[in-house]
């Protein structure tokens, strides 16, 4: 029985061996690789759609429907239809920062669209971590919350896989999910790395991420390089939630600029190409001589990557893509994904279109020359207004950080606001915290709009405080001297203020380690149910004047 069985298990091995070394074929072989990155949970087609060059007038802009998982769909099965030879991957945040429809069941329908759609790898952006690092593992291997399923049926979790190449438990030394997975075309393989941004720590809730480590982009890639090389593999593609700010249009990259750049340029040359994301960016690139790739954000545009494999060397040797645009009126609907998206509508229905207020006029999110937003003073005065009472926290100010407002708020025709509209700009669920700062530690948080940021972040004020910021200064004496007031009295350096802001800003986000010094710290409500509470007084809601003055 021994011999036996030993016999068996040669022949087994000699079997899987002949299967894994399957001879190559004699000619190139064409693959084609379908990305995209930052879907955030847009099952619906995004307001908005995307916005690209006006094709009759170079000078101006137009915005184009395009996105939502159904509309996605379509446009992957008929991209996959032009090569049996293809992969649908995708460069992280896939979920996070989600519409209302998504998030209401814990992101569960986005990994369920994706499980439909065919994605067969992503790597992890930062805001998988929105929840930490035991619900993303929940969202790859299935089961419900601590609170139970809130979907239609038990979740069963990804059929792709997450990948975190970077991202290393402290305590064991191992990265927190795979770090590639390997698929093979006509017997070739190809490997896909999949990380993370180094600064995700920066940029999401501390808790989400203790115990964890976030090692550098090109280091972490590098180092695998003689790792796949041992396992025969030559072809190398690197899914990064890490990007670039191009200067052009959406299919096509005459300047880039940005951490993209400096990771690629380090990149060793075994790497054949690289599909970014985080930035919500679109592009089509060349850097350092490799292809680099970016798809917006929201689903709406997919990269369409064509790679030749050469049988010989087993490496690619030509790279080209496009980026298509997921238009909503040249792609229908695919049922499937359309029929799982209206189960998930029912039931979220009743909360989703309640009515809790109106706005007198549209509140844009975009930014003046001074960094303020409309809908940011809004924000930070439904903050303020949440928290200002002695037994909520006493506070005197709010602020709020731009990258928290994710949408416009435009109403209805009649100018009503509904939970759903609300929800589309305040996504995250962030408990609201109240501290104690001094006049001082108030303006070092001010300074730090412009202290080791990619590009200013603007901190959103509430009603009563402003100050002018003069962009010709120094970094980290840009306030003007004198003009930071509060009810028109000159902010006092020694004196102490309660100021209110999200958990994520409390906990030092977005770079703003100065809030980690504040005192008597006292938690709230969460911010959307502020932000609905603010609506709820029954007069139209207004943006109010500028708070903020820019010079130079």
Not at 277 to 305: F, P, Q
Request: aromatic residues 6%; charged residues 20%; neutral net charge.
């Amino acid at each position: 029985m021994r011999s036996s069985a030993l016999v068996s298990s040669l022949i087994a091995l000699a079997l899987a061996g002949c299967s894994a070394f399957a001879p190559r074929p004699s000619g190139p072989v064409p693959v084609k690789v379908l990305a995209i990155n930052d879907f955030h949970g847009n099952l619906l087609p995004p307001q908005g759609g995307i916005r690209i060059r006006d094709p009759q007038d170079a000078g101006k802009t137009v915005n184009v429907p395009a996105g939502g998982a159904a509309h996605l769909a379509t446009a992957v099965k008929a991209a996959r239809a032009k090569n049996p030879d293809h992969v649908f991957v995708a460069a992280g945040d896939l979920v996070g920062a989600t519409p209302l429809l998504s998030a209401l069941f814990r992101d569960e329908p986005t990994i369920e669209a994706m499980n439909l759609i065919g994605l067969e790898a992503s790597a992890v952006g930062n805001h998988e971590f929105d929840k930490g690092a035991a619900e993303l593992l929940r969202l790859q291997r299935g089961g419900c919350a601590s609170d139970g399923c809130k979907g239609p049926a038990p979740f069963a979790g990804a059929r792709f896989d997450y990948l975190a190449a970077s991202t290393v438990v402290t305590q064991t030394g191992k990265t927190l999910l795979p770090a590639y997975r390997v698929k093979r075309f006509q017997g070739i393989p190809v490997a896909f790395i999949g990380l993370t941004l180094k600064d995700t720590p920066k940029i999401v809730v501390p808790t989400g991420v203790a115990g964890l480590e976030f090692r550098d982009e090109a280091q972490t890639v590098n180092a695998l390089v003689p790792e796949l090389r041992a396992q025969g593999i030559e072809a190398i593609v690197v899914l990064i939630h890490e990007g670039g700010f191009p200067t052009g249009d959406y299919n096509e990259c005459p300047g880039i600029s940005g951490p993209i750049v400096d990771i690629v340029k380090k990149l060793d040359k075994a790497v054949d190409l690289v599909i970014s994301g985080h930035t919500h960016r679109a592009y089509n690139c060349r850097i350092d001589g490799r292809l680099v790739t970016s798809g917006d954000k929201y689903g709406t545009v997919l990269t369409e990557i064509d790679l030749v494999l050469d049988p010989k060397t087993g490496d690619v040797s030509e790279a080209r893509a496009d980026n298509v645009i997921v238009r909503t009126d040249r792609y229908a609907k695919d049922e499937a994904l359309a029929g799982m998206i209206a189960v998930y509508e029912k039931l979220a229905q009743p909360l989703a279109k309640r009515v809790v207020g109106r706005i007198d006029a549209p509140l844009s999110r975009d930014e003046s020359a001074a960094g303020e937003m409309p809908l940011g003073r809004v924000i930070a005065d439904a903050q303020l207004a949440a928290t200002q009472a002695p037994a909520d926290g006493g506070a005197q100010l709010a602020l709020m950080n731009p990258g928290g407002v994710r949408a416009a708020l435009t109403g209805d025709a009649g100018g009503q606001v509904r939970y759903e509209d609300l929800f589309a700009v305040q996504p995250f669920y962030n408990n609201l915290v109240t501290l104690t700062l001094t006049g001082a530690q108030l303006l070092a948080v001010l300074e730090q709009q412009w202290i080791d940021q990619p590009k200013p972040r603007i901190l959103q004020v509430s009603r009563g405080l402003g100050y002018a910021w003069d962009a010709n200064r120094p970094v980290g004496e840009r306030v003007v001297p004198g003009s930071l007031t509060l009810d028109g009295q000159p902010i006092d350096p020694a004196r102490r203020y309660r100021v209110t802001v999200n958990s994520f800003l409390a906990a030092g986000g977005d770079g703003f380690g100065a809030f980690k010094q504040g005192t008597e710290v006292r938690t709230g409500a969460m911010d959307i149910d502020a932000f609905e509470a603010y609506f709820q007084t029954g007069a139209p809601v207004s943006a109010g004047a500028a708070r903020i003055r820019r010079l130079n």
